[in-house]
């Protein structure tokens, strides 16, 4: 999945308090499912939607640089949706 929505400024931005929301709301949708990781991009909207999600899940995630935006390579989408 995406990051929440994020401030809108340039750079490594935190989500914004709609962002927060959707954070939380996603999280609660997550809670029951059998999650067993979750991982992230190091972008700071990525790691503080990554927290939502973990702390409800009562899991830890880890930060994954090839989950970075504008991705080129690394990590394919078909094992996303594995993954996820």
């Not at 994954?64 to 390579?73: A, C, E, K, V, Y």
Request: net charge positive; aromatic share 6%; proline share 5%.
């Amino acid at each position: 999945m995406r990051h929440a929505i994020k401030e809108k400024s340039i750079g490594d931005v935190p989500i914004s308090p709609q962002g927060i929301w959707q954070a939380q709301a996603t999280a609660q949708y997550f809670r029951n499912l059998p999650i067993k990781a979750i991982l992230s991009s190091p972008l700071r909207r990525a790691r503080e939607t990554a927290n939502y999600i973990a702390l409800e899940a009562n899991l830890s995630f880890s930060e994954d640089s090839r989950l970075r935006d504008g991705l080129t390579g690394g990590i394919c989408r078909d094992k996303h949706s594995t993954i996820l």
